[in-house]
């Protein structure tokens, strides 16, 4: 049995509860709802390398995550790369002005046969609140209806190449 002081307390605990439930299903209080933004990524794997087999970008916004990995022991010399670099708003327009949410479902998840091509395989990311769709092809061939989202982010991967890998100095 509760003692009056614990009683009056659970019972104050239980209708705050209820009146906050109350509140946010007016609107009065913001209901938290998890927040999911967009992203878009692309990347290169090459099965037969000697120094960067790995290299990606991810956008977020007006932001780059650039990563490149190495096979190679020595971390010295070839130490893996991850990079956060601010993106310009003009580029960063660009890009998203070429991103189409309604192709990515209807792609297929693979074209081709891109881990056999001597080049490479590249692939594609789109993610959203909706869920995540990666597409996967031999380098450089990718699906026409993402051919040149694709060229703008491959040319800004292949920038960022140039400018942060020791190899490519």
Known sequence: ??????????????????????????????????????????????????????????IKENIILYQARSPWPDEEMFPDIRQEIPLDDATAQTIWNQVDPAVFPGLPARTGQPDADDRG?????????????????????PPASVAQLHALLRALRLRLSRKLRPDLR
């Open 1 to 58: 049995m509760l003692s009056p002081s614990r009683y009056w307390l659970f019972l104050l605990l239980v209708l705050s509860g209820a009146i906050v439930e109350a509140r946010e299903s007016e609107g009065v209080l913001p209901v938290r709802e998890k927040q999911v933004m967009t992203t878009l990524g692309t990347g290169i794997h090459l099965g037969e390398c000697m120094v960067y087999c790995d290299e990606e970008i991810w």
């Open 121 to 141: 395989m590249e692939w594609l990311v789109y993610g959203d609140h909706n869920g995540q769709v990666r597409i996967e092809f031999p380098a450089g061939e």
